[in-house]
């Protein structure tokens, strides 16, 4: 059952069709079961015993190029990346249904002046993550996730939807200033892709960045798949009409 609805343990199938399973499988069921034993659903146990073996990817713009080196990131001054931003997540708001929803938002003070869009966000999405240099975690929605002053996500600004039929994300890492510069003239390498599998892969290093000692947030019965459509090409033609809208 676990091995249909979780894909975990996956075993080795014998020519009879028998199952297989290593030490190492065995060992990973037994902390299943622990973690059950403390409280947690099966999907949440299952997703913090695969975390537990996974090394965390510290970076969603690094994470991304490295899985998928053949997208080119462009650069963007931040009144044009806040126009597309606002136009994926009012778009997401319109369209998607019950999402994962991801924000990085590098300094509280940058979060806390949308924090009434993303309240809003969150109220009908499945599970709502915002990253930033916060005090202390808040569970939200949206949950608030803090971010050590000196990890790279604090130079990072991202948005992440997730949702059947619905997938999209950005990634921008801001570039060095040379000299001072007004806000607006801030740069940022951007990466944005309404491809289902670029969004998975963003979903997946995000679900990683959360804190496992608040094991409830991974309990969202995790990544949902969206598979390549019309849709997605609809998707990309609204979000780009309501950027340019913006700019204008």
């Known amino acids: 059952m676990w091995e249909r609805r979780h894909a975990f343990p996956m075993a080795e199938r014998l020519p009879s069709g028998h ?18 034993e403390a409280g947690l659903s099966v999907s949440a146990a299952i997703e913090r015993v695969r975390r537990s073996g996974e090394e965390t ?16 990131p462009i650069v963007m001054r931040k009144p044009l990346l806040l126009a597309l931003t606002r136009a994926i997540e009012d778009e997401s708001c319109a369209q ?11 300094r509280e003070r940058f979060f806390r002046a949308s924090a009434r869009r993303w309240r809003e966000f969150a109220r009908t999405a499945e599970l709502a993550v ?22 790279a996500l604090t130079r990072e600004w991202a ?20 000299g001072r510069r007004s806000d607006g003239a801030r740069e940022f390498e951007v990466l944005w892709s309404v491809e289902p599998a670029v969004v998975q892969a963003a979903t997946e290093i995000c679900l990683g960045l959360l804190p496992v000692e608040h094991p409830g947030l991974a309990d969202t019965g995790l990544l949902r798949s969206t598979p390549a459509s019309d849709h997605q090409l609809r998707l990309a033609t609204a979000i780009t009409t309501r950027a340019f809208g913006r700019l204008s």
């Not at 297989?20 to 973690?35: G, I, N, P, S």
């Not at 990817?57 to 080119?72: K, N, T, V, Y």
């Not at 998607?96 to 590098?106: D, V």
């Open 159 to 178: 948005v992440v939807c997730s949702a059947p039929g619905h997938a999209v994300c950005l990634s921008g890492l801001e570039l060095p200033r040379a």
């Open 130 to 151: 915002v990253f930033a240099d916060f005090e202390r975690f808040r569970a939200g929605p949206p949950a608030e996730v803090p971010v050590d002053r000196s990890a």
């Open 96 to 106: 998607a249904e019950r999402p994962l929803l991801f924000g990085s938002f590098q």
């Open 57 to 72: 990817e510290p970076s969603l713009f690094a994470g991304i190029r490295r899985r998928r080196p053949d997208l080119q």
């Open 19 to 36: 199952r297989r399973y290593r030490a190492e499988d065995v060992q990973r069921v037994a902390q299943v079961l622990r973690e059950r």
